[in-house]
């Protein structure tokens, strides 16, 4: 029995439920595996398009060794587990002592969980050890759209397995240097026994994942549209508490106009108004007139000199020509009373507020305080905080449950939430993280279970 084995698979890259390569709901098929390692006289690789994949591979694999080395090998140990035969195989060689070792975890922990080294590639990994680059056209094949069935399988198996070139190691080869460097590199330090615990909880976090959490997805429908009927009643009781004679419309994304409503303030907001002169007479646009001439040189409308007493006996007239008889006139500049001349002048509404915010909240506006969810959250508890406080915090916190545990959908008609999630197993298959914190605590995503 080989000590330990290094082993690599090639998938479809089909996306759902946010993981790219998903290895659940049938969505992608293992296109190559190869494996090589202590007591291999040679690199063992098949390809399902080839000469097929043999059906008893894995646990044949698993029976040549005790530690089954890989980079990221939850990604191909969670592909591989869901051919029953497969995870059967694996239950009894873990019972049996067999262990895995992540390079990628390895790596992570070597590198003291430096920022730089979370979730770090082969590519960046590799030439650590000795190591060479991955051959750049697969990479560009996926990063087009192009899944691995359509790849020239030789192109695949050059890539999984390496080639007769020097330094062309291939996943498999890069995969195994890189472990036997780690191996010096954490005995030098006496932390062999540290990473294999860290091994250990990796292969725990395959378990969690591939059993995922089911959902009982009728009772959450219920519940959610009960929690619906709910957010509407509240809502509609916290729009009411908006001033009816707003002279703009109150916006709940923004984080003034929040703060002015709940702890009281001033919102400035724009509106048009009549221009005047500097005596406060109304301004308006000029407009052409045609008025009489009068004999002592002023002018009149036809208005104005059918108001006056022989008001017409006044306009003067032509004394020959053409004309001879009738009224003199002349364009005047007047006023257009249909055309005011606005502007647009800054305003402030004052808004009393309901409660008297704390100085934690105040933020680095003056007079403007913080409206977090932390902070809704907390003026729900105080016990004589006004009915309106107490609706908008049920609000927020019923839009935060619904949002985070149920879903819902944003503007472009996308779900987002935890049930959004739920695949058509009825099971939601979150991911645990083990090489994505600083402080190498468990960390879990899409959702956070």
């Not at 020239?152 to 397995?161: A, T």
């Not at 519940?223 to 509609?236: C, I, M, P, Q, Y």
Request: proline share 5%.
């Amino acid at each position: 029995m080989s000590k330990y084995l290094a082993w690599d698979i090639e998938t479809g890259i089909k996306r759902a439920l946010k993981r790219k390569a998903t290895p659940f709901y049938g969505e992608n098929l293992v296109w190559a595996v190869g494996y090589t390692g202590s007591g291999v006289l040679d690199k063992v690789g098949f390809h399902r398009g080839v000469d097929g994949i043999p059906h008893n591979y894995f646990p044949d694999m698993l029976s040549k060794c005790k530690i089954l080395v890989g980079f990221n090998i939850k990604f191909d140990l969670l592909h591989t587990l869901q051919e029953p035969q497969n995870y059967e195989a694996w239950k009894r060689w873990v019972v049996d002592g067999g262990m895995v070792w992540d390079c990628q975890l390895a790596e992570y922990l070597i590198e003291g969980m430096d920022k730089k080294w979370h979730m770090p590639s082969m590519d960046e990994v590799a030439p650590k050890y000795g190591g060479n680059l991955k051959d750049d056209a697969i990479k560009a094949c996926w990063n087009n759209g192009i899944d691995t069935p359509d790849i020239d399988p030789d192109m695949l198996m050059d890539y999984l397995m390496g080639t007769d070139e020097p330094g062309d190691l291939g996943d498999i080869g890069n995969t195994e240097m890189i472990f036997k460097g780690q191996l010096d590199v954490l005995r030098a330090r006496g932390g062999i026994k540290s990473a294999m615990l860290n091994m250990g909880g990796l292969m725990y976090t395959v378990e969690a994942e591939l059993n995922g959490m089911k959902i009982a997805e009728a009772r959450a429908e219920e519940l959610r549209a009960a929690l619906l009927g709910e957010l509407e009643e509240v809502t509609r009781r916290v729009a009411e508490y908006i001033p009816k004679e707003l002279p703009f419309e109150f916006s709940w994304s923004s984080r003034f106009h929040k703060s002015a409503l709940l702890f009281g303030g001033s919102i400035k907001y724009p509106q048009r108004v009549h221009k005047e002169d500097e005596e406060g007479n109304k301004l308006y646009a000029m407009k052409d007139e045609v008025h009489y001439v009068c004999a002592n040189g002023s002018t009149a409308t036809e208005q104005e000199l059918d108001s006056w007493d022989n008001g017409w006996a006044q306009v003067e007239r032509f004394a020959g020509g053409a004309k001879k008889g009738q009224p003199k006139t002349k364009k005047v500049k007047v006023p257009d009373l249909t055309k005011p001349k606005m502007a647009t002048g800054d305003f402030y509404y004052k808004f009393p507020g309901f409660v008297t915010p704390l100085k934690a909240w105040e933020s680095s506006t003056e007079g403007v305080y913080s409206t977090a969810s932390e902070v809704i959250e907390a003026l729900g508890t105080w016990e004589d905080a006004p009915p309106f406080i107490k609706d908008y915090a049920k609000q927020a916190k019923i839009a935060k449950d619904l949002s985070t545990y149920y879903w819902v959908e944003d503007e472009d008609g996308n779900r987002k939430g935890m049930l959004a999630l739920l695949g058509p197993d009825g099971i939601i298959h979150h991911q645990l993280n083990m090489v994505n914190t600083v402080t190498a605590r468990l960390s879990s995503s899409d959702p956070n279970l």
